[in-house]
């Protein structure tokens, strides 16, 4: 059972904005930056945002990130059907000292 | 940009080792953490440990503190995870993953090591 909490399912329809929410505590997301992972069936993941809301060079505009909190969240709009894969919130935890993972949503383009 | 190589995939009997192997070609490499994040079959992501080669800084996820030791050998720019007391749910993909600093997203991924255990 992940510390970061995330839905193992989300969907939205080709255009649609969807959202992927990532729930943790004071000693993780409450102190530190979070990181969203994109990965595709059989390969390795792919960062997707870095300090809770930055794109590295080469992710589309469509996805964001933010913070709020003990809760962070990915939002992706204009959904395309090539968006389908697993998403994984990500963060450093002070009391455990060491990096975490949420559980994972897979997210189905309808 | 470091482009991480690992090892082949392994075969291992329950209650051996097993060691993977983590290359880096194009630099960026002895100053920055270099994790290991395994995933089982189906399953999420899960934060191993990691080591700064420079340094020889190690941490470990408490769940195998007791079982894994990663390593570096900065001469060949390559970092070793040696995992003990394989069981069958040590089945896995295992990992490397570049990162900035302990508490930052790790940018760069190598291809990852499949980990077979049988009884």
Known sequence: ?110 | QVHLVQSGAEVKKSGSSVKVSCKAYGGGFRSYVINWVRQAPGQGLEWMGGIIPMFGTEKYAQKFEDRVTITADESIDSVFMDLSGLTRDDTAVYYCARGVDWDTGMGDWGQGTLVTVSS
């Open chain 1, 1 to 110: 059972q992940s510390v970061l909490t995330q839905p193992p399912t989300a969907s939205g329809t080709p255009g649609q904005r969807v959202t992927i929410s990532c729930s943790g505590s004071r000693s993780n997301i409450g102190t530190n930056s979070v990181y969203w992972y994109q990965q595709f069936p059989g390969t390795a993941p792919k960062l997707l945002i870095y300090s809770d809301n930055r794109r590295p060079s080469g992710v589309p505009g469509r996805f964001s990130g933010s913070k709020s909190g003990t809760s962070a969240s990915l939002a992706i709009s204009g959904l395309q059907s090539e968006d389908e894969a697993d998403y994984y919130c990500a963060t450093w935890d002070d009391s455990l000292n060491g990096a975490m993972f949420g559980g994972g949503t897979k997210l189905t383009v309808l």
